[in-house]
């Protein structure tokens, strides 16, 4: 849903109404009925454009979040209806520290998310007993991480793993201010059913590591 903007319509009229468009979408996989009196149900379909209207003017619209997914349909309790479209606000930037501030040797953990590219980075504590602000706890610090990228804390985290929706490593800074990489996580990594263990896979590693370059800045191995 988007909110109010201000623009020009085709024939040169400023306006500062709301503009709403509804995508029907014909589904190839099963739908869920939605009371939005009662929420909704979201989920992910292969789906083709049917149809596609413009309303002009002011509309009440709503702003809500589905954990996990960018993309979800909603429809009435009732309703025969295909569904609407709808999604979440666009993701955030990248979580990452001042490396500048650390000292070579200082390790991170990491989470990426390959949907998006995001990254989050944080530093982990040199105390296994205390974390301090903005830090990534010694037991289970990829979570902290992945907690930056989604909501629903270290929990959502956890099922973001499990779902294969974030992938968490871990980087140590060089001399020379690059960061060497290493993919085991079983916070994340390990909750993944698609593949055993919680080393990430080869074929993986690549595009993370790509991912973090382009986040960081930094050279990587």
């Known amino acids: 849903m988007h909110g109010k903007r201000v623009g020009t319509w085709p ?11 509804l995508t029907r979408m014909a589904a190839e996989d099963r739908r869920y009925e939605a009371d939005l009196d009662k929420g ?24 809500f979040e589905v954990e996990g997914l960018h993309n979800f349909y ?3 309790g009732g309703s025969d209806t295909a569904g609407v479209l709808v999604h979440n606000s666009p993701p955030s930037a990248h979580s990452l520290p001042n490396f500048d501030d650390f000292a070579p040797g200082q390790g991170f953990s990491g989470a990426f998310e390959p949907s998006t590219g995001r990254v989050s980075m944080r530093p982990s504590s040199a105390d296994p007993n205390v974390t301090p602000p903005g830090f990534a706890s010694r037991n289970g610090g990829h ?6 990228l989604v909501p629903g804390g270290r929990a959502g985290a956890s099922a ?12 140590f800074l060089e001399e020379g201010g690059g960061l060497r ?3 085991s996580s079983g916070g994340l990594n390990g909750r993944n059913p698609a593949y055993p263990g919680r080393t990430l896979p080869d074929d993986l590693q690549g595009p993370l590591r790509e991912g973090v370059e382009a986040a960081t800045g930094r050279s990587t191995r």
Do not use: C
């Not at 024939?11 to 500062?16: M, P, W, Y």
């Not at 979570?143 to 930056?148: F, V």
């Not at 929706?165 to 980087?171: K, M, V």
């Open 143 to 148: 979570l902290d991480a992945g907690a930056d």
């Open 181 to 183: 990489l290493e993919y």
């Open 11 to 21: 024939n040169g009229r400023k306006h500062t109404g709301r503009r709403e468009y």
């Open 40 to 63: 909704f149900v979201p989920t992910t379909l292969r789906h083709i454009l049917v149809s596609k209207t413009w309303r002009q003017g002011d509309f009440e619209v709503f702003d």
């Open 160 to 171: 973001a793993g499990e779902r294969g929706q974030l992938q968490g490593f871990t980087g």
């Open 74 to 76: 909603v429809r009435g």
